[in-house]
């Protein structure tokens, strides 16, 4: 993307980790097995499909009425993000079912908070550790 269509998009591309925080929060808060199931089958879509659902939503229903560029299909790290994400939002679910709701609570909000500072400053703390490890993303036409 050109700096001027980043600079018209880039509040947007939070939109999808601020649905993602919104809804970890909700789930973990109320203890709801089946939110929490939703929400990873959600990011286990967004793992498998080019857009995540919550993209497809702001590019086909939000995107026309603000008149903003597209959001970018997901790249391969994001990609890792969301399926990091489905399993831990998985692994929330299950202890919460199986009556561990400590480390559900723990585990829940654990990963509230590794959304926050995508949802408010754009950093993932995952794709920044990847970039440590394996080198910054290369750039794909």
Request: a positive charge; aromatic letters at 10%.
């Amino acid at each position: 993307m050109s700096d001027a269509d980043l600079l018209d998009v880039g509040p947007w591309m939070r939109f999808t980790p601020s649905c993602n925080l919104a809804l970890t929060v909700a789930g973990t808060a109320t203890g709801s097995v089946s939110l929490l199931i939703g929400l990873a089958l959600i990011m286990a879509v967004g793992a498998l499909a080019p857009a995540h659902p919550f993209d497809v939503l702001y590019n086909r229903v939000i995107r026309p009425a603000t008149g903003t560029k597209r959001l970018p299909r997901s790249g391969v790290r994001r990609k890792i993000t969301f399926f990091v994400g489905a399993l831990w939002l998985g692994a929330t679910a299950a202890f919460f079912a199986s009556g561990h709701r400590r480390t559900a609570y723990v585990l829940g909000f654990l990963m509230a908070a590794f959304i926050l500072p995508l949802a408010t400053v754009q950093l993932c703390v995952l794709s920044e550790a990847m970039a440590k490890i394996f080198g910054p993303p290369r750039a794909t036409a």
